[in-house]
């Protein structure tokens, strides 16, 4: 049976942002009013919010009141992209015909956008022919229009290789960057590094709670640092990893060049989508721990679908520094009871000099209060590596009982829960994109990556997504402010100080 994560794909309607008849907020619905989305059937448990309060309270009042191993909230939507499915499709090596259950049919592509700078082309025929491939997309008369390619070869083995890792963010780390180029030419790869005493290899049906990481892409300059998300689900036939739920978060306020949308997606539509796919840009890497029980993941995704809800409603915005991808999905295991681990700030030090140095050097104050923000963040919610490695190493010590610390009811539960964790390696998808690499985790790797000459630097500009006056909550609380702020200030009073000081001595 096809899911969403964990949850039945019978549970869901097949629709766009524009129906009238869902639980989905108006806010959610109207990001998506020209996408396919699946929304919870009637009279199932929608995710909910609390008006007028910040969605990390919220979130916390929620964790409070609803333990796990209740029925689980439904997330308010799922971004599907395309309506129809076709599985164990076979593309012919000239990437124009597709054999399918339904028999032979031309291919066409879904419309490229226009900012997207790569495409598909015979190197990606080349690499999904002779496989069987799952496809999103439409059928038009005796074509099927395809959005979104997934090899299906890419899914667990019956016996991943085992591969005992030490549960340190340094192996996590040296195991990100074992392969060249991250291993963005590598083959798909699956390694068993923790496995409980007694329990065999993942079974059909077996829940599953993930971390996804993506490396840096080839020829972007500002995404040398990847992405991150947390993923539930549970294990497919024959190990498919396709209808796992990633819980994937993006500015809304930008019409991304890739027509990324914030959103629950399944796996094969966020490393597959022909415009949006994280394969097609760069190598990705994931955890999966299998789980005896789903309670944990469950109410984890439950957890998100509030988060989204709060999202949606621009109760938080999306904030490079203080709220990225990484940083929205580390505050919420936090608040949830997982104690990740606080890798700290890169440099105060550096920091303090660098606000006013940058925002002359770049004659713009936003520029260096983005660099102070940056060095002085928590890098475990600033950096998607630093993130990935530092949860993946403290869950192997939970389940390995290494941890020392007092743990919360959340982490007894995952202690409790995890059968195995394995370590999984995802190739970019060959196309006329540059390869990619691993994610860097500091400024010092970041500013090595990146042309110093700014005419050579790679950057895309995108048009914003201003959001609607009448959608806006009056009740929203606003959002604290930066640390840069009170930066500023700081600066501020210091140079009036000075001055002040200096017109006194002349004076005297």
């Not at 016996?159 to 040296?174: F, G, I, M, S």
């Not at 994931?286 to 989204?308: C, I």
């Not at 915005?317 to 295991?333: K, M």
Request: with cysteine.
């Amino acid at each position: 049976m096809d899911r969403y994560g964990l949850l039945p794909a019978d549970d869901f309607r097949i629709t766009t942002g524009r129906c009238t008849d869902s639980a989905a907020l108006p806010q959610a619905l109207w990001y998506f009013r020209d996408e396919t989305i699946a929304v919870p059937g009637a009279g199932l448990p929608v995710a909910g919010f609390t008006p007028g309060l910040p969605f990390v309270a919220d979130l916390a009042a929620w964790a409070r009141a609803t333990p796990p191993g209740g029925a689980p909230d439904y997330p308010p939507l799922v971004w599907i992209g395309s309506p129809r499915v076709e599985r164990d499709a076979k593309l012919d090596p000239g990437g124009t015909r597709l054999r399918t259950a339904h028999g032979e049919l031309a291919l066409r592509l879904a419309p490229r956008l226009p900012l997207n700078r790569s495409w598909f082309d015979a190197s990606s025929a080349a690499f999904f022919s002779g496989r069987p491939v799952k496809l999103r997309g439409n059928r038009d008369d005796d074509a099927f229009v395809a959005r979104t390619f997934w090899p299906q070869d890419f899914r667990l083995p019956e016996a991943p290789a085992a591969v005992p890792l030490a549960a340190t963010p340094a192996a996590l780390r040296d195991w990100l960057r074992a392969l060249p180029q991250g291993g963005a030419r590598s083959q798909f790869a699956v390694e068993s590094v923790w496995r409980r005493t007694g329990e065999t290899a993942p079974r059909t049906g077996q829940p599953l709670l993930g971390l996804m990481l993506n490396g840096a892409q080839g020829d972007d300059d500002e995404a040398h640092g990847g992405h991150f998300a947390v993923m539930t689900g549970r294990v497919g036939a024959q190990g498919a990893l396709d209808d796992l739920l990633v819980n994937n978060f993006y500015t809304l306020d930008a019409e991304s060049e890739k027509g990324i949308l914030a959103a629950p997606v399944p796996l094969d539509n966020y490393l597959g989508d022909l415009n949006s796919g994280q394969a097609w840009y760069r190598p990705s890497y994931m955890l999966l721990a299998t789980l005896r029980d789903e309670r944990a993941a469950a109410w984890l995704q439950s957890a998100f679908g509030r988060v989204y809800n709060q999202f949606y409603r621009h109760q938080f915005a999306y904030q490079h520094a203080r709220a990225n991808c990484a940083g929205i999905s580390v505050t919420t295991l936090r608040t949830l009871g997982w104690q990740v681990p606080v890798r700290g700030a890169e440099s105060w030090l550096k920091a303090i000099p660098a606000l006013p140095l940058t925002a002359l050097r770049e004659r713009s104050l936003k520029k260096g209060k983005a660099a102070f923000d940056y060095l002085t963040e928590d890098r475990t919610r600033l950096y998607p590596a630093a993130a990935f490695e530092e949860i993946a190493a403290d869950l192997l010590r939970l389940a390995s009982g290494q941890g020392a610390r007092a743990l919360s009811d959340f982490e007894r539960l995952l202690a409790d829960d995890v059968d195995e964790i394995l370590l999984v390696r995802v190739p970019q998808f060959p196309s006329s994109r540059a390869w990619g690499d691993w994610p860097v985790d500091s400024s010092r790797e970041y500013t090595a990556r990146v042309p110093r000459d700014p005419a050579q630097q790679q950057i895309i500009p995108v048009p914003p997504r201003p959001f609607p006056a009448e959608l806006r909550d009056p009740r929203m609380p606003g959002e604290p402010p930066l640390r840069s702020d009170y930066a500023v200030l700081a600066w501020g009073l210091a140079i009036v100080a000075l001055f002040v000081f200096i017109l006194h001595r002349l004076l005297a």
